[in-house]
């Protein structure tokens, strides 16, 4: 009774199941040894967590959730990517197209208002045009200057005026505002700015700030502030093109 009570207890087996599949062919030493090692492996695994299927049950489901969430991040994150590529490639494109009409109308434009000579825009970066500087590559008739910091600031100051109005003529605006950009030239020079600004004028509206008497004879319309009364600023209108015909009947007049 004691054997088929611990043969129940420690082994869960009946006395058939045990005859029926175990025989006494072994070396005994040998299996209690056995049956020792494999006590101390099931007394080290500890107690059995009966709710070790439940919490599994949620940890794989919070897993599931979460990986399905990051899946969803890389899908939205490779479209994102995608998308920024492709905008890039569409700007290289735009800016490639303008830059290439804005350095052809830079020569042009350059050698109008000098008379002459070269000039050129390029990257500074060829090969990363979204994040490449641009230099100012010129040379003026009859001079052999490498370095755009050499220039006198009137020179510099042209340089600029053409660079601007090469862009304007790529791109062109409704009305543009230039605060004293002539006030370095010389007057040929200024002459030859207000010139060019008059041609300019059939496509854009500009507004000058000026000083110079050469850029006020092309204007359409003087704007000036004076004081007739000491401490009280008057703005006067002047269109040009009717105080010249008044001057002329004066002149005519004898007046």
Known sequence: NNYLSRLSNEYSMTYEYASE?????????????????????????????????????????????????????????????????????????????????????????????????????????????????IDIDVQPPGKAVSNITLFSGGEKALIAISCLFAILKVRPVPMCILDEVEAALDMANVERFAKFLREFSKQTQFIVVTHREGTMEECDLLYGATMQQKGVTKLVSVKLEEAIDFSNENRKGGI
Do not use: C, W
């Open 21 to 133: 599949n175990y025989h006494d062919e072994v070396d005994i030493e040998f299996a209690r040894g056995e049956v020792a090692t494999l006590r101390n492996e099931i007394v080290t695994l500890g107690h059995v967590n009966i709710d070790a299927i439940e919490e599994y049950k949620e940890v794989s489901s919070r897993y599931e959730n979460m990986n399905s969430q990051r899946l969803d991040l890389i899908q939205a994150q490779d479209k994102i990517v995608q998308a920024i590529d492709e905008m890039d490639q569409i700007m290289i494109e735009k800016f490639s197209t303008t830059f290439e009409k804005i350095n052809k109308e830079f020569n042009n434009v350059f050698r109008e208002l000098f008379g002459g000579g070269r000039a050129q825009i390029k990257y500074t970066d060829p090969d990363n045009i979204l994040e490449t500087g």
